[in-house]
């Protein structure tokens, strides 16, 4: 029952996370803005993957860390899928991604961390936007407290529906994830 109601609780992060509003430039008769985000039947993790499993049930290997900046420890994950909408409402272009839950055991803060392969989408209309290094962070605070940002051919977004993770924390954590190269963090999955 807790294994459901964890997963229930990352699909609505997730579904709230790409509720923003995000836009780009339009492709060949694509209105580029995501429509529905859902939590796949196929694989929930109660561990990290590695990296040869998450080659496999999502196509990549995004940078996927066992603890956050924070004391935040992982507790579980799931594949999402995420859509386009055309512009006649149809769904094209579904995207595979996966879901990190992590929390705080001291505070009981919880925080996501999402990974899916860069598309044409933008940041979330209305950003903060502030720089680490070369790294444009974008923070909203709109429907939940989230930041997102691109990582080679990645896109991580960190989002705390109850909207107590602060930006402070969520840049924190953000920084410590970008920081790690992609072979540091499939080492540290084992």
């Known amino acids: 029952m807790k294994l459901k109601k964890t997963v229930v609780l990352i699909a609505a992060g997730v579904l709230l ?32 993957p590695d990296a040869e499993t998450l080659q496999r049930d999502v196509g990549f290997v995004p940078k ?14 799931a594949i999402t899928e995420s859509y386009d909408l055309d512009s006649s409402g149809n769904l094209v272009n579904p995207k595979k991604g996966i879901n990190y839950k992590y929390v705080n055991s001291t505070t009981g803060k919880t925080v996501s961390l999402s990974s899916e392969l860069k598309s044409e989408r933008s940041a979330p209309e209305n950003s903060v936007v502030t720089k680490y290094g070369e790294t444009e962070l974008y923070f909203n605070n709109q429907y939940a407290n989230y930041l997102g940002w691109f990582d080679h051919d990645i ?17 924190a954590i953000a920084k410590e994830i970008i920081d790690r190269n992609t072979e540091e963090a499939a080492v540290s999955l084992r």
């Not at 996370?17 to 985000?37: D, F, H, L, Q, R």
């Not at 896109?155 to 840049?171: A, G, P, R």
């Open 17 to 48: 996370m790409n509720a923003i509003p995000c836009y780009a430039a339009s492709g060949e008769g694509v209105k580029t803005k995501v429509a529905s985000v859902s939590v796949t039947d196929g694989a929930n993790y109660s561990q990290i």
């Open 64 to 77: 996927s860390p066992d603890t956050l900046a924070g004391d935040y420890k992982f507790t579980s994950g």
């Open 155 to 171: 896109f991580y977004s960190l989002m705390d529906i109850n909207k107590l993770v602060t930006q402070e924390e969520m840049t």
